[in-house]
């Protein structure tokens, strides 16, 4: 059954950038059981995009993968008139919805992170992130609304994570600034920051550690490391007339980790 939530004259329209995978896939999936067409992008793997269009139609609702790399701003341009060739497919001509979720992960001590590290890094995770919101505040439509994907760690500190967490970092307080800047358009714009996901995130340490998920588990009040499905739900719900009011807000989904 769709959620009515979203219901209006004409279907609401995300885009949500690596949406093939983890906690992009599950936001997808969760935006169309709800009846929300989506255009998400992949970086190279086709085939498990694929899967997620196959999905979304399986669920009623539309979707089409677009291929990015998050972190060359050259290609934005090109991006955008596909996007907007994609919005013609789907019967539109804006998005309502933007969700900033493509990432690359990163461990590493201070002591021995390189420059190219820091700066991939930066081009994917800030960079990225504020001149694809920018190429992409065009097709906005006023009342959207825009979530950012931080990290708990930004809040808690584990060695190795710190230029990891300081993008994210800048990446709640970017959230902060598009509100103030946006908020005469109507645009509310929220920050959510997951805590340890079973992925294949840093090549899937979370879910396939057995070891590191108990300590997870052991340090989160819930008592056990979160799913995809933790967090797409949430990202859903954010989108939705329901939240209309929370605005400018880093909401962490962690279980209660490192409490």
């Not at 509100?179 to 090549?203: H, Q």
């Not at 009011?245 to 880093?250: D, K, L, M, S, T």
Request: hydrophobic fraction near 45%; glycine fraction near 12%; aromatic fraction near 6%.
């Amino acid at each position: 059954m769709v959620d009515t939530i979203y219901t209006t004259s004409s279907p609401k329209i995300a885009l949500v950038t690596g949406g093939s995978r983890g906690l992009g896939r599950s936001t997808v999936l969760s935006l169309a059981k709800r009846g929300v067409h989506s255009i998400f992008t992949y970086n190279t793997n086709k085939e498990e995009a694929d899967k997620v269009v196959t999905a979304v139609a399986a669920a009623g609702a539309k979707a089409i993968a677009l291929q990015l790399e998050a972190g060359k701003t050259a290609a934005f341009d090109g991006f955008v008139e596909g996007v907007r060739a994609a919005l013609g497919e789907l019967g539109a001509d804006r998005i309502d919805f933007l969700v900033n979720n493509a990432g690359t992960s990163h461990h590493n001590a201070i002591e021995t992170t390189t420059e190219a590290e820091l700066d991939a890094l930066y081009a994917v995770h800030f960079k990225g992130v504020f001149f694809l919101t920018q190429k992409l505040l065009p097709l906005l439509c006023d009342g959207g609304r825009i979530v950012n994907i931080s990290s708990g760690l930004t809040r808690f500190a584990i060695p190795g994570s710190a230029a990891y967490a300081s993008m994210k970092g800048a990446i709640e307080v970017l959230t902060r600034y598009l509100a103030k800047e946006l908020g005469g358009r109507g645009i509310a714009v929220n920050t959510v920051a997951p805590g340890a996901i079973e992925t294949d995130f840093s090549g899937g340490m979370i879910r396939d550690n057995p070891q590191l998920n108990q300590f997870v588990a052991g340090n989160t009040a819930l008592g056990r490391a979160g799913l995809p499905d933790d967090i797409g739900p949430l990202i859903a719900a954010l989108l939705s007339e329901d939240s209309r009011w929370v605005n400018a807000q880093r909401i962490e989904a962690s279980g209660g980790m490192f409490m």
